[in-house]
């Protein structure tokens, strides 16, 4: 039989089709040229555009940008005011780390070692849950919680600890006549947001701690302490650094949980919400936000000697 003709448009689909899989390096720059073209222009360029506003400064007398290349916004951010506000977010963004490392490692390593089937199917419904939830709906319940009138103010006057919660608050380490406006409140909150991404990377991690090593250590005679220190935790510790990637960046970078429930102080988020809206003071704003930016360089490059993107 003779061969059907092939309609122009058809044929032409056709031929480019034969092209690109005969090419299959063009084929692939075809595919990634739309998400590279909008992560250069959109994400990298806003990066290029906030650097460069942080080489401006402000005219103290007009308030106006002086679009001169100055370093002089920069020398700004070692203000005694400035340094508390980055010291402060940076030393939350630690203990929500820390804390969340030592909270995370045994519900990780219980759902890596054992839980099975339904268990483990009810564990990552239970980790994934909050984050269905939206972001904002989880603060504002925690501030109830946390108020004067909540549910934790109920059980410490029901069980009589209530002299011991205001003795708490009286610390200047609290910062605020209640949790719900406090820095052990923030920390709080911050903790339970980020927790489940520390979970889910120190849980992978363990899932692929082979148990054979476990039972060799066993038969070596290693106590079950010796085991979780000289076997079990270097192997996860790629999982755990991957973890703080997240519960680090995100409590560096937020500045809407610190507004909520946070006290009067300022996180480095609020320093640069208020600059750039209130202050209209954009430069100094920039150099603000350029400060987490290179502290999460800095980090992320620790963290891949360490191997810690093996176990995302």
């Known amino acids: 039989m003779a061969a059907l003709p092939i309609d122009g448009r058809d044929g032409a689909l056709r031929r480019l089709s034969d092209r690109l899989v005969a090419r299959p390096r063009l084929l692939v720059a075809l595919f990634l040229a739309p998400p590279l ?13 906030l650097l460069a506003q942080s080489f401006f400064s402000i005219d103290e007398f007009s308030g106006l940008i002086v679009r001169e290349w100055t370093l002089k916004t920069y020398g700004e951010l070692f203000r005694p005011a400035n340094l508390d506000i980055i010291g402060r977010t940076v030393t939350m963004a630690a203990l929500v780390t820390l ?40 603060v504002y319940a925690w501030k109830l919680i946390l108020a004067r009138e909540g549910i934790l103010a109920w059980a410490t006057e029901r069980t009589g600890t209530t002299p011991l ?16 406006i406090s820095y052990t409140g923030t920390f709080l ?7 489940p991404f520390m979970i889910l990377p120190i849980q992978a991690a363990l899932e692929r701690v082979p148990g054979s090593l476990l039972e ?4 070596l005679g290693a106590r079950p302490g010796q085991t979780l220190r000289k076997v079990i935790l270097p192997l996860a510790l790629p999982g755990v650094v991957a973890g703080s990637i997240f519960t680090f960046a995100l409590t560096l970078g937020d500045y809407i949980t610190p507004q909520i429930v946070g006290s009067s102080t300022l996180y480095i988020g609020q320093a640069v919400y208020t600059l750039q809206g209130t202050a209209g003071n954009i430069p100094l704003a920039a150099a603000f936000s350029v400060v987490p930016i290179a502290i999460m360089v800095g980090y992320l490059a620790v963290a891949k000697r360490m191997g810690a993107f093996d176990a995302l």
């Open 216 to 219: 060799a250590s066993a038969d």
């Open 165 to 180: 919660l205001d003795a708490w608050l009286a610390l200047p380490v609290v910062g605020g006549p209640s949790l719900s």
């Open 99 to 138: 804390v969340g490392a030592v909270i995370a490692f045994p519900i990780a390593y219980y759902a890596a070692r054992y839980a099975r089937g339904r268990t483990k199917a009810l564990f990552y419904l239970a980790v994934m849950l909050p984050l269905w939830s939206s972001y904002l709906v989880r």
């Open 37 to 49: 073209l909008w992560l250069g222009v959109v994400y990298l360029g806003s990066l290029v555009a």
């Open 189 to 195: 909150v911050f903790l339970y947001l980020w927790l």
